[in-house]
């Protein structure tokens, strides 16, 4: 069950990883490497100056990109900060449109499965693809309004969670939750909180508003010390999740 538990996580990040992959490769950006998981690599191949890698943490995942600092022998066309700012903000928003399009493919495929007609289970999908979204978006906003910390899962949390769906019929809950996890995470990377998607959007923003771009080195510690408040708090509510248990 564990393994199932991480074989859905592991689908919900590739999805993800696999959006910013394609948009940077469609923009023209070299991709450095493309890591599911995190820490000391278990296994990993090149092709095509790109290095494809599993990680010995199997929770989450990223893509680096060519820049000065990553790829300093990549060509100048190749790196990432010297693309369009709409080549840019397309690269960023590719991994939440990768989740979206994920959660949707499953939901397509589970409302064929039942309805068996094309065009219905089109509209079908779609339709509960914006449910899901309006309930996560609602759920955040609570977050942050009336239930604080408290309400927050972390990795603990959701394989428990996970495990009860699968429990449940490996058929129907099993691929219905991935599909939600595969949202949340989309619309998690969206927060403007440094270190996620959505950070690097609101550098994005300031480039365009002032038609400058910010301080590399800053951007650059911003976003590392975001991701290091990230882990913190994933750390701080895993203790909650084990406190529930």
């Known amino acids: 069950m564990i393994l199932l538990v991480l074989l859905q996580l592991t689908l919900v990040v590739l999805a993800h990883e ?3 992959y394609l948009f940077a490769r469609l923009a023209g950006v070299r991709v450095v490497s493309f890591n599911v998981g995190f820490g000391a690599k278990l296994w990993s191949f090149k092709r095509n100056q790109t290095v494809y890698a599993l990680r ?5 995942g990223y893509v680096q990109l060519a820049d000065a ?3 300093p022998d990549a060509p100048p066309e190749e790196r990432y900060e010297n693309k369009s700012w709409l080549a840019r903000f397309g690269v960023m928003l590719g991994g939440a449109l990768g989740n ?6 499953i939901l397509y495929v589970l ?3 039942y309805e068996r007609i094309f065009i219905t289970s089109i509209y079908t999908s779609l339709l509960n693809l914006l449910n899901l979204l309006i309930q996560i978006w609602q759920g955040i906003i609570l977050l942050f309004t009336e239930v604080g910390l408290a309400g ?6 959701i394989i428990t969670t996970s495990i009860a769906s699968n429990q449940n019929g490996v058929t129907f809950f099993c691929w219905l939750f991935t599909a939600f996890l595969s949202v949340n995470l989309g619309v998690f990377n969206l ?5 996620l998607d959505g950070g ?3 550098f994005l923003w300031y480039e365009l508003i002032f038609r400058r771009k910010p301080n590399p080195t800053i951007e650059r510690w911003v976003n590392a010390i975001g991701v290091l408040l990230l882990f913190s708090l994933i750390i701080f509510v895993s203790f909650q999740d084990f406190a529930r248990l």
């Open 18 to 20: 696999l959006g910013h």
């Open 56 to 60: 010995c943490i199997p929770i989450g």
């Open 69 to 71: 600092y990553t790829a």
């Open 100 to 105: 979206f399009v994920f959660a949707w493919i």
């Open 111 to 113: 409302a064929g499965w």
């Open 152 to 157: 927050l899962s972390g990795p603990v949390g």
């Open 191 to 195: 927060l403007p909180f440094p270190g």
């Open 200 to 202: 690097r959007l609101i």
